[in-house]
Structures are given as structure tokens and as C-alpha cells.
T-cell receptor, first 114, second 116 residues
């Protein structure tokens, strides 16, 4: 069965500092990997996704994630964070079979301090 | 293009009652998935509907049910509410076609259900 582990429940960081949010998954079949962001009182928004091809994927707002098959990881990074990046971030995995059954990690709350 | 809409946004019920939540997907999307989000359990998959048929189901009791209409709008129903059903219920829509899960899910703002 697939599962997702986000190793940090909270990550405090100063503005303009780099950040890494860690995510490990387990699955016996090929997977698709996602990072979602949730701002307070809102639904989830897709940040980026890995489906196939290049193992490094980027979002339009400066985040990137690298798929590492040998370490079964999909860590999210940003070289310089802004106050507006404060939110909860969810790593998710979906197996390549018919229909959606996305499994989410517990979430990491990123708190950017001035 | 309008996003995913969920109604109502907030709901307060008492134990033993039943509740129906509604989700209108993005126009043209045929897949609707439901998730329950709680502080203790995080985001958990409830079920997915595609073309009026339940295609996938999570590990929830039979009190949780859903359906999808011909216009792709979906409802989920929870009967005999328990205190533990208090949660944010999120709906997500996607095109849903093709065997591989490569299309993006778009989430609604959620319905916050409080059971007293």
C-alpha cells in the first residue's frame, strides 16, 4: 500500500532564507507525485507535480522538487522564501491506475518570519 | 473559467442528524473526488466519481455516501453524524479521462462541518 511521510510538521524560517520541506513515499508501483499548498481557510492548490521525464520539476513561484527514485523522496525546496509563502504544504502520491486515489502526507506548516 | 464551488461553506449539525454537501466541478470536468481533512488524521480520501459511477473508494464507514449527476455535480451524504465527523470536507475535480492519473485535480474551498 502506498503511504506518504512528511518528516517535519512545522518549519520556521526567516524571510529570504532557503527552505527544504521533506517528503518520502512508499509504493510498489509507479507513482505520480505532487506538492499542494493550502493557505488559511482555503482549499488546496497544486504547486507542482512529477509525472515522468526530468526528475526536477519547478513551479512558477520559485519552488522546485526533485524526484529521487532510489531514496523514494520528493523534497520541496525554495532558495529564498517570502512572508507570503507562509502556508501548509502537502506532499501527495497517486498510483498509475484507473481513477484517483491520492494519498496525502500529514502536511508541513511553513512559517516565514520577518 | 469558474473554479470548483462547494456549498454550503459552513454547517453546524448535532449528533445523529444527517447532512448533504454539494460540489460543482469546473465546466468540462467529469471526475469529482471527496476528501475529509481533520487536524488529527490529515487529508483522507473518501471516494471518486466519474460519469455518475463511483470509481474509487477510501476506508470510511457506510454512513458516508455520495453520488454524481449527469452534469457532473456531486453530492456527499453523511448519515447518523458523530462528533468525529467534524472536519473540512474538500471536493476536487479533474478531467478524469484516460487510465493514467496525470491530469490535475482542482480543489474547492471546502465545507466546514461542525457536529455538536
Amino acid at each position: 500500500a502506498q503511504s506518504v511521510t512528511q518528516l517535519d510538521s512545522q518549519v520556521p524560517v526567516f524571510e529570504e532564507a532557503p527552505v527544504e520541506l521533506r517528503c518520502n513515499y512508499s509504493s510498489s508501483v509507479s507513482v505520480y507525485l505532487f506538492w499542494y499548498v493550502q493557505y488559511p481557510n482555503q482549499g488546496l492548490q497544486l504547486l507542482l507535480k512529477y509525472l515522468s521525464g526530468s526528475t526536477l520539476v519547478e513551479s512558477i513561484n520559485g519552488f522546485e522538487a526533485e524526484f529521487n527514485k532510489s531514496q523514494t523522496s520528493f523534497h520541496l525546496r525554495k532558495p529564498s522564501v517570502h512572508i507570503s509563502d507562509t502556508a501548509e504544504y502537502f506532499c501527495a502520491v497517486s498510483e498509475g491506475t484507473g481513477g484517483f486515489k491520492t494519498i496525502f502526507g500529514a502536511g508541513t506548516r511553513l512559517f516565514v518570519k520577518a | 473559467k469558474a473554479g470548483v464551488t462547494q456549498t454550503p461553506r459552513y454547517l453546524i449539525k448535532t449528533r445523529g442528524q444527517q447532512v448533504t454537501l454539494s460540489c460543482s466541478p469546473i465546466s468540462g470536468h467529469r471526475s469529482v473526488s471527496w476528501y475529509q481533512q481533520t487536524p488529527g488524521q490529515g487529508l483522507q480520501f473518501l471516494f471518486e466519481y466519474f460519469s455518475e459511477t463511483q470509481r474509487n473508494k477510501g476506508n470510511f464507514p457506510g454512513r458516508f455516501s455520495g453520488r454524481q449527476f449527469s452534469n457532473s455535480r456531486s453530492e456527499m451524504n453523511v448519515s447518523t453524524l458523530e462528533l468525529g465527523d467534524s472536519a473540512l470536507y474538500l471536493c476536487a475535480s479533474s478531467l478524469g479521462v484516460g487510465r493514467k492519473r496525470t491530469d490535475t485535480q482542482y480543489f474547492g474551498p471546502g465545507t466546514r462541518l461542525t457536529v455538536l
